[in-house]
């Protein structure tokens, strides 16, 4: 019995400073001072050019979402992380256009392998893995011309009492912002 006590409190304890932590790091977030130029990402063109197709994952979201003013309605939203002024910023945009720039809370490293642990694999037929290979060699003498596939990307949810935690996986590095479930 003062086993189950005593991991009980703990885990109260540990929800109780990580709702303090999340109160700690959306209080330090400043939204983006200036505005973009016409509500279009300055680096967006490049990116097409780069990759066979749009690199940035594709996130909908059923209900509102509340960062300090801004009010993110239910939709569909292509995430693009950026840095602006030396900050971390991810970019929701809907249509082509920049809708809301929300800053990061904390930028880690992904974790190794962590893409081939939680992605789904694309399960081929022979004549699928034989035609991918025949193609991949070919392609290997002509590799100037050809685009490159986009960086790999996930995105993940977790609620809180408080908090709506949203962690963006895009290619070598891990995103974590956060909303608030309810506006002030």
Known sequence: MKKLVSILLLLIG???????????????????????????????????????????????????????????????????????????????????????IIPVVKKEATPLNFYSANTPQIKKTPWQKFSSTVKKKFYDTAKSSMRSTPPNSLVNIETDTKYIVMTLYYGDDKYTVLFRRTPY
């Open 14 to 100: 540990m929800s109780v400073y990580a709702d303090s932590d999340y109160d700690a790091m959306y209080d330090a977030a400043q939204p983006f001072q200036s505005k973009l130029y016409n509500d279009i990402d300055p680096f967006e063109d490049e990116d097409m050019i780069r990759y066979a197709w749009s690199p940035y994952p594709l996130f909908r979201t059923s209900a509102n979402l509340y960062f300090k003013d801004y009010v993110i309605e239910p939709g569909y939203y292509s995430l693009t992380p950026r840095t602006l002024s030396e900050k971390s910023y991810v970019l929701f945009k809907q249509g082509g256009k920049v809708q809301f």
